[in-house]
């Protein structure tokens, strides 16, 4: 292909791209806004003071909060703990909040009862993830993972 042609071909792509990428918004897609705003936080990992006040040893904890703007239904709220690895990342622990009856909006629901005992002061890397499930509407319906912003250092071996 000479300059000349390489030239031309370049400019009608690009008029092409241009032209496509500025098609008025009466033409383009519309975004379907979500049913629900329903959110989970969950928090960074900690060696649990409660635990090693209450049961005398000290453990990994993760905790995590939902709250939805709809009343709901039959809510699992689920937190994994994970260790980091050297070639892959293993899976300490899931605790699982249940709750079947009516949730009211608004109504601030906790996961802190997800743990697991340090079996020596070995410093481990943690994080963790949080999902839920409840029926809304009628409807079956799933959150996206969140994990933790950070992964923790912790001198904790499990």
């Not at 390489?6 to 400019?11: G, V």
């Not at 340090?118 to 963790?128: A, I, L």
Request: proline share 4%.
């Amino acid at each position: 292909m000479s300059i000349s042609n390489y030239k031309i071909a370049s400019i009608t792509l690009a008029i092409t791209l241009i032209s496509t990428t500025s098609v008025p918004t009466t033409f383009a897609s519309t975004v379907t806004p979500p049913l629900t705003k329903c959110f989970i936080r969950v928090d960074n990992p900690h060696l649990s003071d409660s635990i090693k006040r209450q049961k005398g040893f000290e453990a990994v904890k993760v905790n995590a909060t939902s709250k939805c703007n709809k009343q709901i239904r039959n809510l699992s709220l689920t937190v994994v703990i994970y260790k980091k690895g050297f070639l892959r990342n293993h899976e300490v622990v899931i605790g699982t909040l249940k709750i079947s009856e009516l949730i009211p909006a608004f109504q601030k629901i906790e996961n802190k009862s997800t743990w697991e005992r340090c079996k020596s002061r070995k410093q481990s890397q943690y994080f963790g993830v949080a999902y839920a499930e409840a029926i809304i509407n009628g409807k079956r319906m799933q959150t996206l993972l969140v994990r933790t912003d950070k992964v923790i250092a912790l001198p904790c071996g499990t």
